[in-house]
């Protein structure tokens, strides 16, 4: 373990969610979950980052700020799809106007399924999450 | 102070000036999530945070952000340098005023609205710093007659005893520095709030890292500057500074921020009146003692 996954800073955005995954990752911050245990910091900059949780189906209006956002994050980064809307467009998927999941825009490293997601499934995700961090920082270190 | 000892201390202040300023955070970091009923991090997350940022892809809205953030940390680092080596107060403090500066050049540098906000009001803090910092040169020259550290250590007067009201002054300085509420005005300790990360928003990987590390030797400078009152009572300095932090981390947690306009009223009021005050007083009855 390296200090990669000792210390990931996240960053969250609500691609259309409906509210109830962004409340399930704020429950986690709380003192019940408290992720900071694993150094975990919700950090809202890209520049700090080092997990992105995407929340919602993404709509048209902000599939250029997601794809901007994570242009934004320095290497190496992981991408988490929070919610079953994240993860495939969920009950919205033929709406006009979505997506149809974050991976659709971007890269998508782990998904969470779940409406909305449960804290403890959520927490699990990060931790999937941060053994793919520390596969893309070692392949970095190797590209040098 | 002869050359070879002077070198020795300077490195040893290199060496361990960041761990100990790392280690005020990790210890700030756990006993605010215990406050809170949090468990909280490791006690050396503040050294994983800076280790993982070092190795991050090198990003940057503006190139010369590196050159910027290295000056401020190569700045901060001299000015401890001349402060543990007995050197010149005076121009310590103006060291200090420069590394800042550099700080403040690099969140301008990049394109980015969060950062400049953070960059103005990082501007307003050295503005309510220095008054204070250039008192306490003032007031220890009234003591030992001399700018040099070192020379306060070989005078009769106590600085905590001939200067509270400069001592309390700085204890306000120290809040506003290490951004803790209610002064966290130029960046948030964790961005929940509307600054984002204010002056450190744009910056990534090593020049945040950068950052962080002068934030560090910071944070010794400050606190080496209020034991500098204690010079007759190191013993009890020790005392002081456990109680001094317990007391910093309560005001943190319990108040929220305040506007710039009130954080610069405050300060300058209290600088203004207490420490002044003190100066004067100092001046006047100084003769008699």
């Known amino acids: 373990m390296t200090s990669a996954s000792k210390s990931p800073w996240i960053l969250h955005y609500n691609a259309s969610s409906c509210n109830g995954c962004d409340i399930e990752i704020l429950a986690a911050l709380t003192p019940v979950y408290d992720v900071e245990r694993f150094g975990i910091i919700n950090t809202g900059n890209p520049a700090h ?23 934004q994050i320095p290497e190496p980064k992981v991408v988490v799809a929070v919610g079953i809307c994240a993860s495939s467009g969920g009950v919205f998927r033929d709406c006009y106007n979505i997506s149809g999941g974050v991976d659709t825009i971007i890269p998508v490293d782990v998904y969470v399924p779940g409406c909305s997601v449960r804290p403890e499934a959520l927490i699990e995700g990060i931790v999937k999450a941060l053994g793919i961090l520390e596969q893309k920082r070692a392949a970095m270190e190797e590209r040098k | 102070m002869n050359v070879l000892l002077a070198i020795i201390v300077a490195i040893a202040f290199v060496i361990i000036a960041p761990l100990l300023g790392g280690l005020f955070m990790g210890c700030d970091r756990v006993l605010t999530a215990r406050m809170q009923s949090r468990v909280g991090p490791p006690i050396l997350q503040p050294f994983y945070d800076v280790a993982k940022l070092w190795h991050k892809e090198k990003a940057f809205n503006n190139p010369v952000e590196t050159i910027f953030t290295t000056a401020y940390l190569v700045l901060m680092v ?40 953070g960059a103005e009001r990082e501007l307003l803090s050295v503005m309510i710093t220095e008054p204070v910092l250039i008192l306490i ?95 007759h009572l190191l013993v009890f300095s020790a005392i002081m500074i456990i109680v001094c932090f317990s007391l910093l981390l309560i005001i943190d947690n319990v108040f929220p921020r305040v506007t710039w306009k009130m954080t610069m009223k405050s300060i300058w009021l209290i600088t203004l009146f207490l420490g002044v005050l003190n100066l004067v007083l100092l001046g006047i009855f100084g003769v008699l003692l």
């Open chain 1, 49 to 71: 980052t080092d997990i992105f949780l995407v929340t919602g189906g993404v709509n048209e209006q902000n599939k250029v700020v997601l794809k901007n956002l994570y242009d």
């Open chain 2, 78 to 117: 001299l000015s401890g340098v001349m402060f543990t080596t007995g050197g010149n107060i005076l121009l310590m403090v103006f060291a200090l005023a420069l590394a800042h500066t550099f700080l403040i050049l690099a969140a301008y540098a990049a394109n980015a609205p969060f950062s400049h906000i």
């Open chain 2, 137 to 231: 040169a003032a007031g220890f020259y009234m003591i030992s007659g001399s700018f040099q550290v070192i020379d306060l250590f070989k005078t009769d007067g106590s600085g905590i005893i001939l200067l509270p009201g400069i001592f309390v002054a700085l204890c306000f300085v120290i809040l506003l520095r290490l951004r803790k509420s209610p002064y966290d005005i130029s960046t948030s300790e964790h961005a929940h709030q509307e600054l984002v990360k204010g002056v450190t928003t744009s910056f990534s990987g090593r020049n945040l890292a950068k950052v962080e590390i002068a934030h560090w030797f910071e944070i010794v400078i400050l606190v080496s500057l209020a034991i500098l009152f204690f010079t």
